[in-house]
């Protein structure tokens, strides 16, 4: 069983920051998805530290997105705060034909590797705006 941690805004702030250096060494994206609202946090906080422009698509849930991706290329990047099994990323892969995906956090046993991560965590993650019971 894996011990919690819980990140304080600090700590979260610091992981952006070194995820955006990561992004900011790559292609330059136009637009930035998070899978649902608690990864939305993530992409609007990303899209500031990031140096080139980039809109935030602000759907709360990346699934219930109607439209033909087709229309953004390579252009998008989908992001989340933590990848576990990888099946959602996964399927909104299928679902939207998109290949460019950002976490914070990779779990060890995902069968899904993302474009982009900061580390892969021994402890189960609790983010600032979670409430983890301690």
């Avoid at 990303?46 to 252009?75: A, E, M, Y």
């Avoid at 998109?98 to 474009?115: I, R």
Wanted: charged share 25%; hydrophobic share 40%.
């Amino acid at each position: 069983m894996k011990s919690i941690k819980h990140l304080d805004w600090n700590g979260y702030h610091g992981y952006i920051d070194r995820l955006a250096k990561k992004i900011d060494s790559k292609p330059i994206y136009k637009y930035i998805a998070g899978i649902d609202i608690d990864d939305m946090i993530v992409a609007v906080h990303l899209s500031h530290k990031i140096s080139f422009p980039v809109k935030v698509i602000t759907d709360i849930n990346l699934f219930s997105l109607v439209g033909d991706f087709t229309d953004f290329n390579d252009d998008l990047l989908i992001v989340s705060n933590v990848v576990e099994t990888g099946n959602t990323f996964d399927n909104i892969m299928k679902q939207t034909g998109q290949s460019h995906t950002a976490v914070l956090f990779k779990d060890k046993d995902s069968k899904f590797k993302p474009t982009y991560y900061v580390e892969v965590p021994e402890d189960r993650i609790y983010f600032p705006w979670e409430k983890c019971g301690i």
